[in-house]
């Protein structure tokens, strides 16, 4: 059974930083893209960040050049290092794995206060 599992979430400052962590885990065949997502409270969840195995990647307009998206394939894990953090990145944060069919982390709660 594949499991997602984030970390790194937490209440920072406008302009901190934060490193959100997605392991896979279970019975695992080749992992295609992996990215994240959020929803914030009233909203519907959007994209990110994603990045394909081989490592290209691709962001939301209102994250390049804060947010960096990267993987390891050797460790199954799928990272995103958040700069420059703004109030209204204040979200869950989600992981999703394509598996063969899409898989989803359980999400991780990201407060950036003003």
């Known amino acids: 059974q594949v499991q997602l599992v984030e970390s790194g979430g937490g209440l920072v400052q406008a302009g901190g930083s934060l490193r959100l962590s997605c392991a896979v885990s279970?019975?695992?065949?080749?992992?295609?893209?992996m990215g994240w997502y959020r929803q914030a409270p009233g909203k519907q969840r959007e994209l990110v960040a994603t990045?394909?195995?081989?490592?290209?990647?691709n962001y939301a307009d209102s994250v390049k050049g804060r947010f960096t998206i990267s993987r390891s394939n050797a460790k199954s894990t799928v990272y995103l290092q958040m700069n420059s953090l703004k109030p209204e990145d204040t979200a869950v944060y989600y992981c999703?794995?394509?598996?063969?069919?899409?898989?989803w982390g359980q999400g991780t709660q990201v407060t950036v206060s003003a």
């Open positions: 279970g019975t695992i065949f080749r992992i295609g893209d």
């Open positions: 999703a794995a394509n598996i063969i069919k899409d898989y």
């Open positions: 990045v394909t195995r081989g490592g290209s990647t």
